[in-house]
């Protein structure tokens, strides 16, 4: 079984997708994460594109992480563009402790931004995922590409290097609830190797978007989570029979429908006609 490929797979919902394929660029977009601030971790934002490299035999628990959506490019794409693994890091570890007092006692404004820009890349080996209420996730599986903008870009887009977890929230109350920043890494349409949708309608949804962009996809790959999942990692072929009903807890434990189409459902029933 493989343990790396030469795919970076950047995770999305629907309308992120067709976003990244309409600007044909990854956004940069503020990621809350887990770092040393005067020797103590805490809680921040930094802006970055952030991918993983994974073998499709490795994707079962990645997919539907961070939504339902992935883009797949190409490893080549990642090198020309300046990605890079992060390190993976203990939190407690000695290496870190030490940068993390070095940037304290940093005295020139040159040095304290080239401490962390290294810092920016650095990624807890496990660590609390609450969006999908994990109390402990481990990171390290993801085998995570990074890139971070640079402070030049980031002035010249009046965009702040950092921010703490209560500007991060007032930022995305300024943004529709969004974190991402217009600033990104481009791609070419044959960078694309394989596009991950949530159902077959999608795949047409995805054609029609691509060709209306100058694509023929004729090289890109478009696949459902459910294909990836049977055919690819070869999982999830046995169904449950279940008769027809109008429970929608069964129809949703059974994967009938999701929990956005029974949200929907919801609606319509109790829609004042």
């Not at 997708?17 to 971790?41: C, H």
């Not at 109390?135 to 702040?160: A, H, I, Q, S, V």
Request: hydrophobic share 35%.
């Amino acid at each position: 079984m493989g343990l790396s490929s030469n795919i970076l797979w950047h995770q999305t919902d629907k309308k992120g997708l067709m976003s990244i394929l309409k600007e044909k660029r990854l956004r940069y977009g503020y990621s809350r994460e887990s770092i040393f601030v005067k020797a103590k971790k805490d809680e921040l934002a930094i802006p970055m594109v952030s991918v993983c490299d994974l073998p499709f035999s490795e994707m079962d628990s990645f997919l539907g992480k961070y939504g339902n959506y992935a883009i797949g490019l190409s490893l080549d794409w990642g090198k020309r563009n300046g990605l890079n693994p992060v390190w993976y890091c203990l939190g407690k570890s000695d290496v870190l402790t030490q940068i993390a007092k070095r940037l304290e006692k940093a005295e020139s404004l040159e040095e304290r931004k080239t401490i962390f820009d290294i810092l920016s890349y650095v990624k807890f080996v496990e660590g609390v995922l609450p969006k999908k209420n994990y109390r402990n996730y481990r990171f390290y599986d993801e085998r995570e590409y990074r890139k971070c903008p640079t402070m030049d870009e980031l002035y010249k887009g009046n965009f702040k290097p950092i921010l703490t977890e209560s500007e991060y929230g007032k930022y995305k109350e300024e943004h529709s609830n969004s974190s991402s920043m217009d600033l990104g890494v481009p791609f070419e349409w044959v960078d694309i190797k394989f596009i991950v949708v949530y159902n077959e309608q999608n795949i047409d949804e995805v054609k029609e978007e691509l060709q209306k962009r100058g694509c023929d996809n004729s090289q890109i790959s478009i696949f459902t989570e459910n294909q990836v999942r049977q055919d690819f990692i070869g999982i999830k072929h046995d169904e449950l029979y279940v008769q027809e009903s109008d429970n929608p807890i069964m129809d949703l434990i059974t994967g009938r429908k999701s929990i956005v189409e029974l949200m929907i459902q919801e609606m319509k029933n109790n829609k004042v006609e």
